[in-house]
Every structure is written in C-alpha cells, then in structure tokens.
C-alpha cells in the first residue's frame, strides 16, 4: 500500500491544475520551428511563435545561431524587420564560431540583390559599419564569408561608397576587411577556391582584397 502524505496529494493535485507548457521541439541540431520559421521567412509563423508558444527571439541553435542569424541567411527582409524591431532581437549574438548578423548575412543564400543589400542597409544602420569589419574566429570578416558563396552582391555592395548605395567603408576599413584570415587565406584567395571567375578576381585584388 502506498503510503503519500497529504502534502504530496496536494502537490500532485497542484500540477494536475496548471496548463500544460508549451514544448519547443529542437531537431538533432537544436534548431526549433522559430528558426525555421526565420530561415523561410514566414512572418506570420514567427509572430505566433513568439507571442503564443513561449519561444524567446534570441533562443539559440545547438552551434549558437539565432533566428535572427537565420532570417539573414535566408534574405527575408521582412522576418529580419520583424525580429529586431516587434520581438527586439540581440544584433550583437554570435554562434560557436564568432559569427554575427554582418556573417550571415555575407553567406546569404538569397540571389536577390535588392532583398539582400536591403538587408545589409537595416543592419547598417542599426549597428554601423563595424559590423561588417569584425573578424569572426577563424579570421573571416564577412567579406571572406561572402567570398565563400560566392555571393558577388554582397561583396560589391562592400565595395561601394554609400553614395553609391553601398556600405561607405573607410579605406582603413576596406584594408582590414581583406586581411588574411587564420589560415592566411584573403577573401580573393577563397573566391579562387571555390572557382570564382578571374575576372572578378582581379577585381577584388584591385581593393588589396
């Protein structure tokens, strides 16, 4: 016979009232449906999420990536509006590996240009130039990320004086962004590796890049 003392009846009767909590399923990578919601740009879903299902706007991935971080990758510039100014997002999170908004953004998989240096231009300015100079773990800038994906927009956009519609680095800026990273690699060396054009290569050799 169980012996239960009145006390632990009463907890028991406690926690059978409260409402069940809401469950943020994670997969094997601990991304939730909020990251995935940002990734695919779905408004909406993120809305929801947010408000109704418990989940916080800066909850983390197994690696440390943000939906904020994915909504960049993604080039939604609506999920990246609605997670900084509705759900007031942490621009300065970064992953396991030094990464922030400025990265991912520069490894974008979005091909629109004007989704993409929309983006850049919000991020601009609200965290200012530094943002796209910072250097990530491995000495990646994210002009060495978009060098990876080859992601030309970016890139050129990084070029530019603001002006022209792009990121208004100062040359003591332009210099720092094409520095070698740890591996002694600078963003024009990645873009070979990955079999960019050489024309373009040249070009980015003409920033010391």
């Keep these: 016979m169980c012996n239960i003392s009145n006390n632990e009846h009463n907890n028991d009767a406690d926690q059978q009232k409260q409402p069940p909590q809401p469950k943020k399923m994670r997969q094997r990578d601990g991304k939730t449906s909020l990251h995935h919601a940002a990734r695919n740009g779905h408004v909406d879903c993120i809305n929801y999420l947010v408000a109704e299902e418990g989940h916080v706007a800066d909850e983390p991935s197994g690696d440390g990536a943000t939906p904020f971080h994915l909504a960049c990758f993604g080039g939604h510039c609506d999920a990246v509006v609605a997670l900084a100014q509705t759900h007031n997002c942490n621009f300065a999170a970064t992953n396991e590996w030094g990464c922030h908004a400025g990265h991912w953004i520069a490894m974008t998989k979005s091909e629109s240009?004007?989704?993409?240096?929309?983006?850049?231009?919000?991020?601009?300015?609200?965290?200012?130039?530094?943002?796209?100079?910072?250097?990530?773990?491995?000495?990646?800038?994210?002009?060495?990320?978009?060098?990876?994906?080859?992601?030309?927009?970016?890139?050129?956009?990084?070029?530019?004086?603001?002006?022209?519609?792009?990121?208004?680095?100062?040359?003591?800026?332009?210099?720092?962004?094409?520095?070698?990273?740890?591996?002694?690699?600078?963003p024009s060396q990645i873009w070979t590796s990955v079999a960019g054009d050489e024309q373009f290569v040249e070009w980015m050799r003409s920033f010391g890049w």
């Design 113 to 186: 240009t004007v989704e993409v240096r929309t983006i850049c231009h919000f991020l601009l300015e609200k965290a200012g130039t530094n943002l796209f100079v910072e250097q990530q773990n491995q000495g990646h800038a994210p002009l060495h990320k978009a060098a990876q994906r080859q992601n030309r927009h970016v890139i050129e956009w990084l070029s530019q004086s603001q002006e022209e519609g792009g990121a208004g680095l100062s040359e003591e800026q332009k210099q720092q962004v094409g520095l070698p990273d740890e591996g002694g690699h600078t």
